[in-house]
């Protein structure tokens, strides 16, 4: 009869951390954000219901080309609960990036979402890495039509190795997945990670590492 319990433990359990792995479920139809709102909330309050339009749930200018003109040769369109208040809630978004020919988006990771994305226009090569000890890398090059996911939480990268633009669009399991990168969360954090500390954790010595800082 005790171990019965233990299994029925076990069960709750899993299903419990299953349950809190991703955004909030919704317990109504929807819950347009009201980023004015008063009350603070794991995400936003909801509008008023009765105040809602197709405009809440909606985004134009996915079609235009991001501006890429910048060191890494990439750019990111967001499409969150930033741009479309009717995403509060519901555990998805999107994002459009742009490459230059050779534009990379450095190596980053989303702490609250996995990535699912696929390659429109051009070839792109992509990566992510599995966790310690391991940390194998997965690489694949993409070509137009290509889909490829990056798991929650884990460092990924994605390069244009062709001699055109590529375009990507992907879809996130999060309304808000957020992105760490991870040259400017270690080199560029205010204020900076001592450098005596990163010369350590990089074995290298501290000019190397006040170099790179300076960078970021
Ligand atoms: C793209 O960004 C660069 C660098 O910030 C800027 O000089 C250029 O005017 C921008 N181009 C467009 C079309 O906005």
């Not at 696929?118 to 039509?145: A, C, H, M, R």
């Not at 997945?177 to 900076?192: D, L, M, Q, R, W």
């Amino acid at each position: 009869m005790a171990s019965h319990f233990v299994v029925l433990g076990f069960l709750i359990a899993i299903t419990c951390s299953l349950a809190l792995a991703s955004d909030p479920s919704p317990l109504q139809d929807f819950c347009v954000a009201d980023p004015s709102g008063p009350v603070l909330v794991n995400g936003f309050a909801c509008k008023d219901s009765k105040l809602v339009t197709a405009n809440d749930f909606s985004f134009s200018g996915l079609h235009m080309a991001g501006n890429t003109s910048n060191p890494v040769g990439s750019r990111v369109t967001p499409v969150n609960v930033a741009q479309i208040p009717g995403l509060n809630t519901l555990g998805i978004s999107m994002v459009r990036i742009d490459f230059a020919p050779w534009g990379i988006n450095p190596p980053h990771t989303h702490p609250r979402a996995t990535e699912v994305l696929t390659v429109v226009e051009g070839t792109l090569e992509v990566g992510f890495i599995t966790s310690n000890p391991e940390n194998n890398l997965i690489t694949k090059v993409l070509q137009k039509g290509d889909v490829f996911v990056f798991p929650k939480g884990l460092v990924h990268f994605q390069r244009n190795t062709g001699y055109g633009n590529t375009v990507a669009i992907a879809a996130l399991s999060s309304q808000n997945p957020g992105v760490i990168t991870v040259a400017n969360a270690v080199f560029g954090s205010k204020p900076a990670i001592a450098n005596d500390l990163l010369a350590k954790s990089f074995q290298t010595d501290t000019k190397t590492i006040d170099w790179i800082q300076s960078k970021f």
